[in-house]
């Protein structure tokens, strides 16, 4: 019986440390690498400066892309570098000509100064990985008034 309670208690810790890993990529699409074919993108913005805002503010910046190749491009992960930037797709899966909208959204929440926050993007190109970049100034809000 001891052996049977132990064996339900190791498998519930097993599950629940498998599925409480916050800081993994979200993964907008999963499919086998070797189905895709490469395609090619453009980017209309890799770098978005937002200038100067105060601390305890959401950032949000829109960075566009272009499937410049003859084949669908597909996000296959976004990966921001800290929990606090989150993003939005208007797509995953883009069509030849067809252009993405990515969302980043930075809470400013404990930040002050120079910050700058990085999110890999990786996508069926030939260079596979790509990084988007938002930065700026955080000023405490008392120094606003």
């Known amino acids: 019986m001891r052996y049977f309670i132990l064996s ?4 519930i810790m097993f599950v629940y440390c498998n599925t ?27 770098i978005v400066d937002f200038d100067t805002v105060s ?15 003859r084949n669908k491009l597909i996000i296959k992960s976004v990966l921001p570098d800290c929990n606090c930037t989150d993003f939005e797709l208007n797509r995953d899966t883009i069509l030849p000509t ?5 969302w980043l959204r930075l809470n400013t929440y404990n930040k002050y100064g120079s910050v700058k ?3 890999i993007l990786r996508v069926n ?5 790509y990084k988007l970049t938002l930065k700026g100034y955080v000023i405490d809000a008392k120094q606003q008034e």
């Open 20 to 46: 409480s890993n916050n800081n993994e990529s979200k993964i907008v699409k999963q499919t086998p690498t070797a189905e895709i074919e490469k395609t090619s993108i453009r980017f209309i913005n890799k």
């Open 125 to 129: 190109t030939e260079e596979e990985v």
């Open 8 to 11: 339900i208690l190791v498998s």
């Open 117 to 119: 926050s990085y999110t």
């Open 55 to 69: 601390q305890d503010s959401v950032v949000i910046s829109k960075f566009s892309l272009i499937n410049t190749g």
């Open 98 to 102: 067809d252009t993405c909208m990515i």
